[in-house]
């Protein structure tokens, strides 16, 4: 090989090292870029993630004071229809004690007509 070739074969090789560092520049440039953009990315995907995680913890504690309301009014309405039902059958109770011949009329009286009623459902 000639000096002129030698020197082309330098003037080649330097040329292609300078592009593969030149081409590593800008890779390495452009993988630090998208490292950030990766982090801002998981930076929002945080927040968000912990948005959500207070809301279903709001949604959690608004649900939990409805059930716990829910549950007052089943237990007052519940001791108000047990209470009205004790005053009933007090009164009741009151009723045959001063009325035992008109209570035992009653009783029949009402005794004859649920019998005639579920005879004509037999039939």
Excluded: C, W
Excluded at 42 to 47: E, G, I, L, P, S
């Amino acid at each position: 090989m000639t000096s002129k070739e030698s020197k082309k074969v330098e003037e080649i090789t330097e040329k292609a090292s300078e592009a593969v560092e030149a081409v590593g520049a800008m890779a390495s440039e452009k993988l630090d870029q998208a490292r950030a953009k990766f982090a801002e990315v998981a930076d929002v995907a945080k927040r968000g993630s912990r948005q959500v995680l207070d809301a279903a913890d709001r949604a959690r504690g608004v649900a939990k004071e409805q059930a716990e309301v829910a549950v007052e009014r089943l237990k007052g309405g519940y001791d108000k229809v047990h209470k009205d039902f004790d005053k009933l059958r007090g009164d009741v109770e009151d009723y045959v004690r001063d009325n035992p011949g008109k209570s035992v009329l009653m009783a029949a009286g009402v005794g004859f007509l649920v019998g005639v009623v579920l005879r004509r459902r037999g039939d």
